[in-house]
């Protein structure tokens, strides 16, 4: 079946601006996560939904990140004021709730590029 | 925050070569997973473990979740140049909350020369 997908695959944005990520989840899949890696780095974890809420957005590293996830399914990563450190690709990720909860299934990333 | 110790941080290895990754916590972790990246992809889970001393195998890949619950290692055997890439472990930490975001080690490169 098809997996996780994310959109746009690269942005470029200036500084100050704001961009819209989008990331649609294995089907069936209730749990969804977003991370954020940066250049030769690890992945960091930045907010996570069970259904449509959000029980856990301590790692969003600042007020201009906010995420929404709305039916069930599709959520958006929304970064206000774009600065240069937010640069990174931003990964999403889900998982079922059936069976094991841990295995969390990757999509491809979205290249942001802040000028 | 939690923050897992992974190494090493490349290997250059011939192809045949056997492999040995670890990671490494100072805290309890629930749940090791292995993940594989490759350039311009997202991460691929390649084994899960969810029991102290399992050990458990994918093809020619093997791994095992420590006893002490705070390390895990991944072996590839008889590596090919497909094994190019990034790997990664991963944890969830003992908090009991279920579905929390992973605690990721920063990656072993691994690097296979002809």
């Known amino acids: 079946g098809a997996g996780v997908s994310q959109s746009p695959s690269n942005k470029v944005t200036e500084k100050g601006k704001d961009v819209e990520l989008r990331c649609d989840p294995i089907s069936g899949h209730t749990a969804l996560y977003w991370y954020r890696q940066s250049l030769g780095q690890g992945l960091e974890f930045l907010i996570y939904?069970?259904?449509?809420?959000?029980?856990?957005k301590s790692g969003l590293p600042s007020d201009r990140f906010s995420a929404e996830r709305t039916g069930g399914s599709v959520s958006t990563l929304t970064i206000q004021r774009t600065q240069q450190e937010d640069s990174a690709v931003y990964l999403c990720a889900s998982s079922s709730r059936t069976g094991v909860t841990y295995e969390q299934y990757f999509g491809p990333g979205t290249r942001l590029t802040v000028t | 925050g939690q923050q897992l110790n992974q190494s090493p941080q490349s290997m250059f290895i011939q192809e045949g070569e056997d492999v040995s990754m670890n990671c490494t916590s100072s805290?309890?972790?629930?749940?090791w997973l292995w993940y594989k990246q490759d350039p311009g992809e997202g991460p691929v889970l390649l084994i899960a473990?969810?029991?102290?001393?399992e050990l458990t195998s994918n093809g020619r890949l093997t791994a095992q979740f420590g006893i002490t619950r705070k390390d895990s290692f991944l072996n590839i055997s008889a590596s090919i140049p497909s094994d190019v890439g990034i790997y990664f472990c991963a944890g969830q930490p003992y908090s009991g909350g279920g579905a929390d975001g992973l605690t990721f080690g920063k990656g072993t490169h691994l690097i296979i020369q002809p």
């Open positions: 473990l969810y029991k102290a001393g």
């Open positions: 805290s309890i972790f629930n749940t």
């Open positions: 939904f069970q259904g449509n809420s959000a029980p856990d």
